[in-house]
């Protein structure tokens, strides 16, 4: 079973730009969640979607969206960015449904550098 | 206070050693309690998972659950260099969700 793919693997951006991550989740889960890594705070949960509907969201400012597709796929887009937003981007896939999200599965995250 | 707190390391043992890694936390809502593995590079991989309180083994690994003091603790015996990571505590309540994470325990294994 093919695991969760993020693409890219690394995106160098600049300050003000905007910038789309891709997630795909793993055959048959339903349920995508996006983290960001940092060194300083460490993971911390951005949103979840489940069915192409987000049913949590982080404490980050609006800048950061994301949507799901009807096939589960996902994206994250952050706008106007800021140096902070330089992290390592994870997602998560998890079967979801009534399931709690503890069998996330993550993928290899997006490096993504603002300059 | 952060929600979940987890000393940071690093932490060096010979290989053979016992580790115990630690999380505390704040929330009494956290019902769900889990360990993540992260190598440099790469995303985390879940290793334990547990409900509520309790212990839970896996080969090498057992996993404690102490609510009443709001304390986990990630046990690993026989450590091999291959152990070598960050090592994440996470949290989650009864919707489950989110996941709650401590900033991680960079572990290094020496043969």
């Known amino acids: 079973k093919a695991g969760v793919t993020q693409t890219p693997r690394y995106l160098i951006k600049t300050r003000g730009q905007q910038v789309t991550l891709s997630c795909s989740p793993i055959?048959?889960?339903?349920?995508v969640s996006w983290y960001q890594q940092t060194p300083g705070q460490g993971l911390q949960f951005l949103f979840e979607?489940?069915?192409?509907?987000?049913?949590n969201k982080g404490n980050f400012p609006g800048r950061f969206s994301g949507r799901q597709f009807s096939n589960s796929r996902s994206e994250m887009n952050v706008s106007t960015l800021e140096l902070g937003d330089s992290a390592l981007y994870l997602c998560?896939?998890?079967?979801?449904?009534?399931?709690?999200?503890?069998?996330?599965?993550f993928g290899q995250g997006t490096r993504l550098t603002v300059v | 206070q952060k929600e979940v707190e987890q000393d940071p390391g690093p932490l060096s043992v010979p290989e053979g050693a016992i580790v115990s890694l630690n999380c505390t936390y704040s929330n009494s809502a956290f019902q769900y309690f889990m360990w993540y593995r992260q190598y440099s590079r790469k995303g985390p991989e879940l290793l334990m998972y547990t409900y509520s309180s309790g212990n839970k083994e896996d080969g090498r690994f057992t996993a404690q659950v102490d609510k009443s003091s709001k304390y986990i603790s990630l046990f690993i015996r026989d450590s091999q260099p291959s152990d070598s990571a960050t090592y994440l505590c996470a949290m989650a309540n009864q919707a489950g969700t989110a996941l709650i994470f401590g900033k991680g325990t960079t572990l290094s294994v020496s043969s």
């Open positions: 979607y489940f069915s192409e509907t987000q049913r």
């Open positions: 998560a896939s998890n079967p979801g449904g009534n399931r709690v999200n503890t069998e996330a599965f």
């Open positions: 055959s048959g889960h339903r349920s």
